[in-house]
């Protein structure tokens, strides 16, 4: 089976576009790739990884988070900003959740095993969903630690935030100054429980494998250091690797930047053990 750019039904009823590819030597264990803060499926490497891991025998999934930014028509561009303002960190947990319910449609979960691997918020958005009963484990890549952090202003920053009703983010890739809607901060508040990564790695009971680069200029190695501590988990550091683990966008290699091939090769041989 190999289908990329079909459409799945997310948060709000909202499209976005799904791939997934199973190879003839289906090994029987699936991983399903969750994209980070301003990223999408297709970014850099990420297809580079999808084939890596087809050509071991692995099936793979990667999936457009529906308020990322993209569309189904420009999917490598961040054209619906309005989209991208109204985006939070429930609707990310509530895609995830469908993305599952959308593989159970195209392959028979019973005679598989489905394996999360998240990079940076996509990893903590991952850990969020560990505790359904149809994931089998969890990978993270240079994750976040925690939600509330990204919420850490001063007062007067989240007073001017509720006054204007947005604030914007610049994107130093694309020179873009993102919308953020104030209503993200109050879905994380109202939320907040169900969005406590440290909660879900405190009562996670599959096995996780968390990974972390110690030159992570957008995450720091701290946050690593806490989801291992939570889940009394060993960090594996990558020296030397910076947050993408080497990617870029675009990417023009034909070949995995090494630090990310190194993550490939570990996220091969935990999931095998499995």
């Known amino acids: 089976m190999k289908v990329f ?3 799945y039904l997310g948060s709000e009823n909202r499209e976005a576009l799904i791939d997934i590819e199973i190879p003839a030597n289906f090994n029987r264990k699936v991983l399903v790739f969750v994209h980070g803060y301003m990223g999408f499926k297709d970014w850099g490497p990420w297809n580079l990884m999808q084939n890596y891991f087809v050509d071991k025998g692995f099936g793979f999934c990667k999936f457009n988070m529906t308020h990322n930014g993209t569309t189904p028509e420009n999917q490598l561009e961040f054209i619906d900003l309005e989209a991208f303002g109204n ?3 429930s609707y990310e947990q509530k895609d995830l959740l469908h993305v599952i319910d959308w593989l159970e449609e195209k ?11 998240g990079h940076s918020r996509g990893g903590g958005i991952a850990m969020l969903c560990s505790g359904d009963s149809r994931v089998t484990s969890v990978t993270t890549l240079a994750a976040i630690s925690s939600i509330e952090k990204r919420f850490e202003f001063d007062k007067e920053v989240i007073e001017e935030w509720e006054r204007t009703g947005v604030r914007y983010v610049r994107n130093s890739r694309t020179n873009q100054d993102l919308p953020h809607y104030f209503s993200q901060y109050q879905d994380f508040q109202y939320n907040k429980e169900n969005l406590s990564i440290r909660k879900a790695c405190e009562s996670n009971s599959i096995p996780l494998l968390i990974i972390h680069g110690d030159k992570d200029e957008s995450v720091s190695i701290a946050e690593g250091i806490d989801l291992a501590s939570w889940s009394k988990n060993k960090l594996y550091i990558i020296k030397d690797a910076s947050h993408t683990f080497g990617g870029t966008h675009p990417y023009e290699s034909k070949e995995l930047p090494p630090h990310l091939n190194e ?3 570990t996220i091969c041989e935990f999931v095998r053990n499995l």
């Open 5 to 7: 750019n079909e459409k």
């Open 263 to 265: 993550c490939c090769e």
């Open 87 to 89: 985006n939070c960190y």
């Open 107 to 117: 392959i028979d979960l019973s005679t598989c095993t489905l394996h999360l691997v």
